[in-house]
T-cell receptor, first 111, second 116 residues
Framework: GEDVEQSLFLSVREGDSSVINCTYTDSSSTYLYWYKQEPGAGLQLLTYIFSNMDMKQDQRLTVLLNKKDKHLSLRIADTQTGDSAIYFCADAHQAGTALIFGKGTTLSVSS | GAVVSQHPSWVICKSGTSVKIECRSLDFQATTMFWYRQFPKQSLMLMATSNEGSKATYEQGVEKDKFLINHASLTLSTLTVTSAHPEDSSFYIC????????????FGPGTRLTVT
């Protein structure tokens, strides 16, 4: 079945860049999302990218998509302690369909 | 922006009782809502798709008689966990699809259920 994989942990120092990677198996995915979840809280949509794009930048966030390799990454520039959270990669066939989530990457930022 | 609320945000109940969780789209209408479940340190798993005015569609392995879903209006879906057991303790998150906004999906803040 469809699957989304992520590395489980990433530890960086404040001010460094963070790169969180994700791979997916469904070649018909048209939307790919990054969500942030802080402890005990719900999901916050960070950004998303259409499958016909290969890059999207939004302030400190840069999403890169390699559709051939089904690889998605999220780069956070100038990482801050407030960025510490779990980051979920998710994909969908089209907007508004149920999302398939990865297991989440726990980002730990040390000062 | 589109807002989805859930109520309650957390609940503790005893084994054998039933618990109802509400998911509301506050500023848009949603014919489709989704219910997800998240175990500690795990990903979100889709439980069911809730359709206004019709029966919910459950994912494989989800007991429809245990997790009752009612989508009675365009802004409200409810999930009732019947005869709850400790293994039902989890974080339940709903999302609602905004048809007026390209079908974009918005998530609620989640409900933490603890069954003792």
């Amino acid at each position: 079945g469809e699957d989304v994989e992520q590395s489980l942990f990433l530890s960086v120092r404040e001010g460094d860049s963070s790169v969180i990677n994700c791979t997916y198996t469904d070649s018909s995915s048209t939307y790919l999302y990054w969500y942030k979840q802080e402890p005990g809280a719900g999901l916050q949509l960070l950004t998303y990218i259409f499958s016909n794009m290969d890059m999207k930048q939004d302030q400190r966030l840069t999403v890169l998509l390699n559709k051939k390799d089904k690889h998605l990454s999220l780069r956070i520039a100038d990482t801050q302690t407030g960025d510490s959270a779990i980051y979920f990669c998710a994909d969908a066939h089209q907007a508004g369909t149920a999302l398939i989530f990865g297991k989440g990457t726990t980002l730990s930022v040390s000062s | 922006g589109a807002v989805v609320s859930q109520h309650p945000s957390w609940v503790i109940c005893k084994s054998g009782t039933s618990v109802k969780i509400e998911c509301r789209s506050l500023d848009f209408q949603a014919t489709t809502m989704f219910w997800y479940r998240q175990f500690p340190k795990q990903s979100l798993m889709l439980m069911a798709t809730s359709n206004e005015g019709s029966k919910a569609t459950y994912e494989q392995g989800v007991e429809k008689d245990k997790f009752l879903i009612n989508h009675a209006s365009l802004t409200l879906s409810t999930l009732t966990v019947t005869s709850a057991h400790p293994e039902d303790s989890s974080f339940y998150i709903c999302s609602a699809r905004d048809e007026a906004n390209l079908g974009e999906q918005y998530f609620g803040p989640g409900t933490r259920l603890t069954v003792t």
